[in-house]
């Protein structure tokens, strides 16, 4: 879908074409549905149910000094990212508002076979780990590309998708 409105400050995107009629379908996924890219807002909310769990569990560990539970809560948040994503392709925020991680380097015939749950391709603790490094440094989860991806699933080769 191509803007017919648009400002000298908009630019041009990197890589968007007029061959692409919506976001992901150069990336071989649905316009809708399972399988499509996920919203930045339905992102967030799977981010932010993450870190309440996080938070939970980090009060847990110091006794429930709020003071102290930071650095704690960043830790359980890190680590339960790395190895849910790694194993299940999820954390519990993203299960919870029907979103997955899934990889998006091997072109777009398998890509949507993939997407639609028909093939499984685990994402691997590699990159599993290289995206939560890379949330960590807050600034890549806010830069999108022309298809809605954030920095750190670009540089991972990875995108988050509905689930259902």
């Known amino acids: 879908m191509s803007r017919s409105?648009?400002?000298?400050?908009?630019?041009?995107?990197p890589g968007a074409g007029a061959e692409n009629e919506y976001q992901?379908?150069?990336?071989?996924?649905?316009?809708?549905?399972?399988?499509s890219l996920a919203t930045g807002w339905t992102r967030?909310?799977?981010?932010?149910?993450?870190?309440?769990?996080?938070?939970?569990?980090?009060?847990?560990?110091?006794?429930g000094d709020m003071q102290r539970a930071a650095t704690p809560e960043l830790a359980v948040w890190f680590v339960?990212?790395?190895?849910?994503?790694s194993l299940f392709g999820f954390t519990p925020g993203q299960f919870i508002l029907g979103l997955r991680v899934i990889r998006v380097d091997h072109g777009p015939e398998l890509t949507q076979s993939i997407a639609s749950?028909?093939?499984?391709?685990?994402?691997?603790?590699?990159?599993?780990?290289?995206?939560?490094?890379?949330?960590?440094?807050?600034?890549p989860a806010l830069m999108n590309?022309?298809?809605?991806?954030?920095?750190?699933?670009?540089?991972t080769g990875t995108a988050v998708v509905k689930s259902r």
Do not use: E
């Open 24 to 35: 992901g379908q150069d990336l071989g996924l649905p316009q809708r549905g399972a399988g």
């Open 80 to 85: 339960v990212g790395v190895f849910t994503i």
């Open 145 to 155: 590309d022309y298809n809605g991806r954030a920095l750190h699933d670009r540089a």
């Open 44 to 63: 967030c909310g799977g981010l932010l149910l993450d870190w309440l769990m996080a938070y939970g569990i980090a009060l847990l560990i110091v006794g």
């Open 117 to 139: 749950g028909k093939k499984s391709v685990a994402v691997g603790f590699v990159r599993a780990l290289g995206r939560q490094v890379l949330i960590v440094f807050i600034v």
């Open 5 to 13: 409105i648009g400002s000298w400050l908009s630019g041009t995107q």
